[in-house]
């Protein structure tokens, strides 16, 4: 499956399921497009969280659970199963009624069926362990070869071994019977058996998000009827990269009109905003809580994220080509009238500065022509103040004051990137070749950009 | 008549012991099965394994049938579902795990009547180590474990804490070659560890050669294996190799009173004529890991049918090592 490159592979590759039926729930976990699907998964986080206490004990169960569908699928095809088959059905009964019986009065979801008959068919000895053998109880018969059997082991008696071979024949024989037998009469309980399976896959996976959550101490979301709106909003894998070199993330804040365009200087944060956006919708629209204080947004049936360059390169195309095939989807989904959320990058960058204003201020109009579709753009262009109806932000950007009064420190030490909602008249950024400056660009160079900047505005 | 030495009393207080062949016929199998037998008798609980597929059942030169290990009742074993599948005598299925060998997961299980059974174990150290740990788990007092056959079994001073080295006319049918490459292999494994103080400060040493220097040690190569043309003054210097060491390596680190520290015996590739013109200049090879060798067996017979005399090879090998020898076949006749 190809996810949005927007660092949810980063966020998938931190749930770790401890069963094979777990990690095959985490693959099959699909983008939803309705309230009640992410709802369902949000209860289900809450309900385990509830049981924080039985956490340690559930996972310690779940790590001993093997994969048994294979050993399922036999019992139904009608073989007859071996030892180790047997076994491997004892040890799941066994693990699977502990399991139950640590959750005890529970929701439906996670409700595992009865296996206490399977498991008692398995155990004659009544030794109430996950080892399996075909215990004499089991047939008649069988005490009675196995005691000769020993007996002569022990004693190794004269003209023994004729007859000791017969005996380890007739053990062998018996043992088969028993094999069919015990097959015969676990065979109704397949259904059974592969209903445990499954919800233990999908116990596993909620067990999982949740330690998630703790870890990277995500918030249940509220589903919104149309408002989009956040607080405190980071992005986990930027923020642990960061943290590696002390550094730390500065969250977002921000409540989302229809058509928002966002605007702000070089090196401030507007790309990792709508990457972090597209990353906090992917998440909520998995059904998993989100890196946010708090959130609450509408779910849509499709998002469309552009983010640059890297991507239309992986994609083997232009970065213009690129910009242009989002929006054709994008538009596509304008007109197919269903909801989606567009959220585009420096829209217009990639060709020259007289046509790229155009794309965004086309843009900004066309995409919001359908009402149930939300646009975030950022950009770069002066005129984006200029689109109308649109909600403007700007990242503050350069310090200045930090600036005049501490020299020499890294340049993220002199950006603040909160974010601001601003007028339509207010002033644009022009911070370029300061930030050029601050990131070590030789003072020459620079003279020589103030004295074109000066020609070009006289 | 002479009493007969029993090599289950030699092993008492060696709670994990690597049984290791010089090449094959010579008997491994053999001792393995009288350890198990001699144990029993003590009424002694034992674990049984090996380290990893050791090929065919059947050897395929001579197509002498390999022979399975003969299990008590009681006596826990560590080995493929495959050769499990084909034992031939009534067990309990303990564990069942997923070490990712081509013959199929490792069952764990404890035989409830005397009979055969093919072992072939973990081939993976930490694996290795890890059935070790759980047959102790169960109880077992002794674990044997049916080493490879050969000298190269990395790790065996790791996980036992003593090894039986099984050699004879199978190796060579040569008397003195016999006893000159088995009291080679004797050496290796007599090889004495390094001090504590040293052993830790080497011991997280990633692969490569290391040379000490003011006390700290540097890495002149990532691969031992290519270190030929050393431009350093070795002489008198301590280096640790982690990783193998050839004689055409040896014979460049020939300086006087070096010393050289390998990981354990399984790591040496060199000859006797290098190790001895390394000797001959001062130098001194140490291990981090020592291994405890508890006897040598022998087995007289050759897979040709060839046999040497017995009393003969125990006597030539016991004037060249300073552990027991004993003859493997004379164990098991009585």
Same mark, same amino acid.
């Given at each position: 499956?190809?996810?949005?490159?927007?660092?949810?592979?980063?966020?998938?590759?931190?749930?770790?399921?401890?069963?094979?039926?777990?990690?095959?729930?985490?693959?099959?976990?699909?983008?939803?497009?309705? %309230?009640? %699907?992410?709802?369902?998964?949000?209860?289900?986080?809450?309900?385990?969280?509830?049981?924080?206490?039985?956490?340690?004990?559930?996972?310690?169960?779940?790590?001993?659970?093997?994969?048994?569908?294979?050993?399922?699928?036999?019992?139904?095809?009608?073989?007859?199963?071996?030892?180790?088959?047997?076994?491997?059905?004892?040890?799941?009964?066994?693990?699977?009624?502990?399991?139950?019986?640590?959750?005890?009065?529970?929701?439906?979801?996670?409700?595992?069926?009865?296996?206490?008959? &399977?498991?008692?068919?398995?155990?004659? %000895?009544?030794?109430?362990?996950?080892?399996?053998?075909?215990?004499?109880?089991? %047939?008649? #018969?069988?005490?009675?070869?196995?005691?000769?059997?020993?007996?002569?082991?022990?004693?190794?008696?004269?003209?023994?071994?004729?007859?000791?071979?017969?005996?380890?024949?007739?053990?062998?024989?018996?043992?088969?019977?028993?094999?069919?037998?015990?097959?015969?009469?676990?065979?109704?309980?397949?259904?059974?058996?592969?209903?445990?399976?499954?919800?233990?896959?999908?116990?596993?996976?909620?067990?999982?998000?949740?330690?998630?959550?703790?870890?990277?101490?995500?918030?249940?979301?509220?589903?919104?009827?149309?408002?989009?709106?956040?607080?405190?909003?980071?992005?986990?894998?930027?923020?642990?990269?960061?943290?590696?070199?002390?550094?730390?993330?500065?969250?977002?804040?921000?409540?989302?009109?229809?058509?928002?365009?966002?605007?702000?200087?070089?090196?401030?944060?507007?790309?990792?905003?709508?990457?972090?956006?597209?990353?906090?919708?992917?998440?909520?629209?998995?059904?998993?809580? &989100?890196?946010?204080?708090?959130?609450?947004?509408?779910?849509?049936?499709?998002? &469309?994220?552009?983010?640059?360059?890297?991507?239309?390169?992986?994609?083997?195309?232009?970065?213009?080509?690129?910009?242009?095939?989002?929006?054709?989807?994008?538009?596509?989904?304008?007109?197919?009238?269903?909801?989606?959320?567009?959220?585009?990058?420096?829209?217009?960058?990639?060709?020259?500065? &007289?046509?790229?204003?155009?794309?965004?201020?086309?843009?900004?109009?066309?995409?919001?022509?359908?009402?149930?579709?939300?646009?975030?753009?950022?950009?770069?262009?002066?005129? #984006?103040?200029?689109?109308?109806?649109?909600?403007?932000?700007?990242?503050?950007?350069?310090?200045?004051?930090?600036?005049?009064?501490?020299?020499?420190?890294?340049?993220?030490?002199?950006?603040?990137?909160?974010?601001?909602?601003?007028?339509?008249?207010?002033?644009?950024?022009?911070?370029?070749?300061?930030?050029?400056?601050?990131?070590?660009?030789?003072?020459?160079?620079?003279?020589?950009?103030?004295?074109?900047?000066?020609?070009?505005?006289? | 008549?002479?009493?007969?030495?029993?090599?289950?009393?030699?092993?008492?207080?060696?709670?994990?012991?690597?049984?290791?062949?010089?090449?094959?016929?010579?008997?491994?199998?053999?001792?393995?099965?009288?350890?198990?037998?001699?144990?029993?008798?003590?009424?002694?609980?034992?674990?049984?394994?090996?380290?990893?597929?050791?090929?065919?059942?059947?050897?395929?030169?001579?197509?002498?049938?390999?022979?399975?290990?003969?299990?008590?009742?009681?006596?826990?074993?560590?080995? /493929?579902?495959?050769?499990?599948?084909?034992? /031939?005598?009534?067990?309990?299925?303990?564990?069942?795990?997923?070490?990712?060998?081509?013959?199929?997961?490792?069952?764990?299980?404890?035989?409830?009547?005397?009979?055969?059974?093919?072992?072939?174990?973990? /081939?993976?150290?930490?694996?290795?180590?890890?059935?070790?740990?759980?047959?102790? /788990?169960?109880?077992?007092?002794?674990?044997?474990?049916?080493?490879?056959?050969?000298?190269?079994?990395?790790?065996?001073?790791?996980?036992?804490?003593?090894?039986?080295?099984?050699?004879?006319?199978?190796?060579?049918?040569?008397?003195?070659?016999?006893?000159?490459?088995?009291?080679?292999?004797?050496?290796?494994?007599?090889?004495?560890?390094?001090?504590?103080?040293?052993?830790?400060?080497?011991?997280?040493?990633?692969?490569?050669?290391?040379?000490?220097?003011?006390?700290?040690?540097?890495?002149?190569?990532?691969?031992?294996?290519?270190?030929?043309?050393?431009?350093?003054? $070795?002489?008198?210097?301590?280096?640790?190799?982690?990783?193998? $060491?050839?004689?055409?390596?040896? $014979?460049?680190?020939?300086?006087?009173?070096?010393?050289?520290?390998?990981?354990?015996?399984?790591?040496?590739?060199?000859?006797?004529?290098?190790?001895?013109?390394?000797?001959?200049?001062?130098?001194?090879?140490?291990?981090?890991?020592?291994?405890?060798?508890?006897?040598?067996?022998?087995?007289?017979?050759?897979?040709?049918?060839?046999?040497?005399?017995?009393?003969?090879?125990?006597?030539? $090998?016991?004037?060249?090592?300073?552990?027991?020898?004993?003859?493997?076949?004379?164990?098991?006749?009585?």
């Amino acid at each position: 499956m190809k996810y949005l490159d927007c660092g949810f592979e980063y966020i998938l590759s931190l749930i770790d399921p401890v069963t094979p039926m777990g990690r095959e729930e985490l693959r099959a976990m699909t983008f939803l497009k309705r %309230d009640k %699907d992410i709802e369902a998964y949000h209860k289900r986080q809450l309900e385990v969280n509830e049981n924080e206490s039985k956490i340690e004990s559930l996972k310690s169960i779940l790590e001993r659970i093997r994969d048994i569908r294979g050993t399922i699928s036999n019992l139904s095809s009608g073989k007859i199963l071996d030892d180790i088959e047997l076994f491997e059905i004892k040890s799941f009964a066994y693990w699977s009624e502990r399991l139950r019986s640590v959750l005890g009065v529970c929701s439906f979801w996670m409700q595992l069926p009865d296996l206490s008959i &399977v498991f008692s068919f398995l155990d004659p %000895d009544n030794a109430g362990t996950e080892s399996f053998y075909i215990s004499d109880r089991l %047939d008649n #018969a069988l005490a009675v070869v196995r005691k000769e059997l020993h007996r002569l082991q022990r004693n190794r008696e004269k003209h023994g071994e004729e007859s000791l071979d017969e005996l380890i024949r007739q053990n062998l024989e018996i043992e088969d019977r028993v094999r069919a037998d015990l097959s015969g009469k676990l065979a109704p309980y397949r259904e059974n058996l592969q209903r445990s399976a499954t919800t233990i896959g999908k116990i596993d996976l909620i067990v999982a998000l949740v330690e998630l959550n703790r870890e990277l101490g995500l918030r249940k979301p509220e589903i919104s009827s149309g408002e989009y709106e956040f607080e405190e909003l980071v992005n986990p894998e930027l923020a642990a990269s960061l943290s590696k070199s002390g550094k730390s993330f500065q969250p977002f804040s921000a409540r989302f009109e229809r058509k928002s365009v966002i605007i702000g200087g070089n090196m401030t944060g507007k790309s990792v905003l709508l990457r972090t956006v597209a990353l906090l919708q992917t998440m909520f629209q998995h059904g998993l809580f &989100v890196p946010a204080k708090r959130a609450s947004i509408p779910v849509y049936d499709a998002i &469309v994220y552009y983010s640059g360059d890297k991507q239309s390169f992986l994609d083997g195309l232009s970065s213009f080509a690129g910009e242009v095939d989002h929006l054709k989807k994008a538009l596509e989904i304008v007109h197919k009238d269903i909801g989606g959320l567009f959220l585009f990058d420096e829209i217009g960058r990639s060709t020259n500065p &007289v046509e790229g204003p155009a794309f965004l201020m086309a843009s900004a109009e066309y995409l919001s022509r359908n009402e149930k579709c939300r646009t975030i753009l950022t950009s770069h262009y002066e005129e #984006a103040l200029e689109i109308e109806g649109a909600q403007l932000f700007i990242i503050k950007g350069l310090d200045h004051e930090r600036i005049r009064n501490e020299i020499g420190r890294e340049i993220s030490y002199y950006v603040d990137h909160s974010l601001v909602e601003i007028e339509s008249n207010a002033f644009f950024p022009r911070e370029a070749v300061t930030i050029a400056r601050l990131l070590g660009l030789e003072r020459e160079f620079i003279e020589l950009i103030v004295r074109n900047l000066k020609e070009s505005c006289e | 008549m002479k009493r007969r030495i029993r090599i289950s009393d030699l092993a008492e207080g060696i709670e994990v012991i690597s049984v290791i062949g010089l090449e094959k016929n010579t008997g491994k199998t053999v001792v393995l099965n009288q350890m198990l037998k001699e144990f029993r008798e003590k009424g002694t609980t034992v674990g049984v394994t090996s380290t990893g597929l050791e090929g065919e059942k059947r050897d395929q030169v001579y197509l002498n049938e390999k022979p399975e290990i003969t299990v008590s009742r009681g006596t826990y074993f560590v080995t /493929s579902e495959r050769d499990f599948r084909h034992r /031939s005598f009534p067990a309990t299925v303990i564990d069942l795990r997923d070490y990712r060998s081509p013959l199929g997961r490792m069952v764990f299980a404890r035989a409830e009547a005397d009979g055969k059974v093919i072992i072939s174990g973990p /081939s993976i150290l930490v694996y290795l180590s890890e059935a070790v740990n759980t047959m102790r /788990s169960y109880g077992c007092e002794k674990i044997l474990i049916d080493g490879s056959t050969s000298r190269m079994s990395p790790g065996t001073p790791l996980v036992s804490d003593g090894v039986v080295l099984a050699t004879g006319a199978a190796l060579s049918m040569n008397l003195n070659e016999l006893c000159r490459k088995t009291s080679f292999v004797v050496r290796l494994l007599s090889l004495p560890g390094t001090e504590p103080e040293l052993h830790k400060r080497i011991a997280s040493l990633g692969t490569g050669l290391w040379l000490e220097k003011d006390g700290v040690f540097e890495r002149l190569c990532h691969s031992p294996l290519t270190a030929k043309s050393l431009k350093h003054e $070795l002489a008198g210097r301590t280096i640790y190799i982690n990783g193998s $060491l050839t004689s055409s390596v040896l $014979l460049a680190l020939a300086e006087k009173n070096t010393r050289i520290i390998l990981k354990d015996f399984s790591r040496v590739f060199f000859d006797e004529i290098s190790l001895a013109k390394y000797e001959r200049v001062g130098g001194r090879l140490e291990v981090l890991h020592p291994a405890h060798l508890i006897a040598v067996t022998v087995n007289p017979l050759a897979p040709s049918g060839f046999k040497i005399q017995s009393e003969k090879l125990i006597k030539s $090998l016991e004037d060249k090592v300073d552990v027991p020898v004993l003859d493997v076949l004379e164990e098991t006749s009585n």
